[in-house]
């Protein structure tokens, strides 16, 4: 069975300092695994994905996460954080092969301090 | 081009009612997910449509129920609603229905269960 758990619930960083959110995933076969980030009031909106190409991928603002199959991770970086990352950040597993439900982790609160 | 929407964006209802809630796709997109967030479960696969026909379902009782018309609009239906039900509830389309590709996200009803 698929699954996905964030290490951390809460992750607090001072602006312009590097952001590490930790993701680990259980599948059965290659996944598919995608970082989506939501803004207090906002919906969900994708930063990256991972679909068996490359396995550092970048996303937008600045983010990227790098598939490690040996460990079974997919931890989101970033070098640099801004004021405006704070938000709560999911790691997302594809649920099956044949379609496209999502698993998510339980979340990870991204703080930033100036 | 218009992202997917959701309606309504709020709702009220008591104990033993029930609720309908639609979702219209971005235009040219095939598949809709339907998920439920609430603070103690985040964020919970309900169900997906292709075409017309559910292809996964989540572990919900059958009191949640959802379709989707020709032109992929969804709705979904919760009946004798209960506390418990009181949610965010988000859902998500995909152009071409599979697994690895990304899924765009609706602002959501927020439903609330008095």
């Known amino acids: 069975a698929q699954s996905v758990t964030q290490l951390d619930s809460h992750v607090s960083v001072s602006e312009g300092t590097p952001v590490l959110l930790r993701c680990n995933y259980s599948s059965s076969y290659s996944p598919s695994l995608f970082w989506y980030v939501q803004h207090p009031n906002k919906g969900l909106q994708l930063l990256l994905k991972y679909t068996s190409a490359a396995t550092l991928v970048k996303g937008i603002n600045g983010f990227e996460a790098e598939f490690k199959k040996s460990e079974t991770s997919f931890h989101l970086t970033k070098p640099s954080a801004h004021m405006s990352d704070a938000a709560e950040y999911f790691c997302?597993?594809?649920?099956?092969?044949?379609?496209?439900?999502?698993?998510f982790g339980k979340g990870t609160t991204l703080s930033v301090s100036s | 081009k218009a992202g997917v929407t959701q309606t309504p964006r709020y709702l009220i209802k008591t104990r033993g009612q029930q609720v309908t809630l639609s979702c219209s796709p971005i235009s040219g997109h095939r598949s809709v997910s339907w998920y439920q967030q609430t603070p103690g479960q985040g964020l919970q696969f309900l169900f997906e449509y292709f075409s017309e026909t559910q292809r996964n379902k989540g572990n919900f009782p059958g009191r949640f129920s959802g379709r989707q018309f020709s032109n992929s609009r969804s709705e979904m239906n919760v009946s004798t609603l209960e506390l418990g039900d009181s949610a965010l509830y988000l859902c998500a389309s995909g152009r071409q229905g599979a697994h690895q590709e990304t899924q765009y996200f609706g602002p959501g009803t927020r439903l609330l269960v008095l």
């Open positions: 997302v597993v594809s649920r099956t092969q044949a379609g496209t439900a999502l698993i």
